[in-house]
């Protein structure tokens, strides 16, 4: 199974909930393009959050120097992000992969991140509260439907707000994975908690097509 993580905006909860995917199957992981922090990138903190000993970590396609959207941080590094050069990592594991920002966030000229999800991925939204939150995730959700996918799961981040999470549920009949809380750090400890709570419902996602490792 190949679940591809999004968020509504940037500073969401991506990769914390991306960290809880991979430790509840034991997933391999890869973010294709890492803009800025690459003394601590997404997949240092992913490595790290994680205590199982069966997940890889795949290398970026692209590794940008500043923290800024991948188009205009390539462009400050003196290159265009080619697709073609984005090639998916071979393994017989499930894969998380986890792009950067929201769905239409740029390349290049001609990209966005919405033009790295193939067909066969399972995408997972992550929405977290604030105001406006309602707006966002409906976009992106249509948006994604727009484009002839399915988002397969969504996962609440940040202090729960019922009767938001309940709109956006009954508006788009969309299953919740689970929620994380505001925790006061997020450990190996914390991660596996929530692998253990979120796993039910991530295995369900990959019962429709035979043959995949769970």
């Known amino acids: 199974m190949k679940i591809f993580v999004t968020g509504i905006s940037t500073d969401v909860g991506k990769t914390i909930a991306s960290s809880i995917i991979v430790e509840s199957l034991e997933a391999d992981y890869w973010k294709p393009i890492q803009a800025g922090d690459l003394e601590n990138s997404d997949s240092h903190k992913i490595k790290s959050k994680i205590s199982n000993s069966t997940s890889k970590i795949f290398e970026n396609s692209y590794k940008l120097n500043t923290p800024a959207s991948p188009h205009l941080a390539a462009e400050i590094d003196g290159i265009t992000i080619d697709l073609k050069q984005i090639q998916e990592p071979k393994t017989e594991n499930n894969l998380v992969i986890e792009g950067a920002g929201g769905i239409f966030v740029p390349l290049n ?89 979120f796993r039910d419902n991530l295995l369900a996602l990959g019962e429709s097509i035979p043959g995949l490792r769970d």
């Open 109 to 197: 000229d001609d990209d966005l991140i919405i033009d790295l999800i193939q067909s066969d991925y399972k995408i997972i939204v992550v929405s977290r509260h604030y105001l406006g939150s309602i707006n966002h995730t409906l976009l992106t959700i249509e948006a994604i439907r727009n484009r002839g996918f399915e988002v397969a799961g969504i996962i609440f981040s940040g202090s729960e707000n019922k009767s938001t999470e309940d709109l956006i549920l009954n508006k788009t009949n969309i299953k919740c994975i689970g929620r994380i809380d505001e925790e006061p750090y997020f450990d190996q400890n914390v991660i596996k908690e929530y692998a253990d709570l």
